[in-house]
């Protein structure tokens, strides 16, 4: 993933100004039944600049999914990162 703009109480700061920030996501879900089933995703955020790159943070999001509903499933997850942020 390459987030567009990453927004904070210092200000604005889009991708590819100055530095480059990319997730790589990595999920598994787990089947409980036909009607439920588990989901985890994790997400390492590496920034890269011209001296340097390092991990920024990791994105952990935990879901349930809703199987078979009307022919769709329907995923809820939360989000949940290292450096301090929830959503």
Known sequence: MHPIATITKD???FNFDGSYT???PVGINFLQSDKIAYSIEFAPMI???DRASRVT???FHPGVIYRNIGGFNFLTRLAFNTNGRYG
């Open 22 to 24: 990319v997730g790589f």
């Open 57 to 59: 943070g990791l994105l």
């Open 47 to 49: 920034s890269f600049n």
């Open 11 to 13: 200000g604005n700061h």
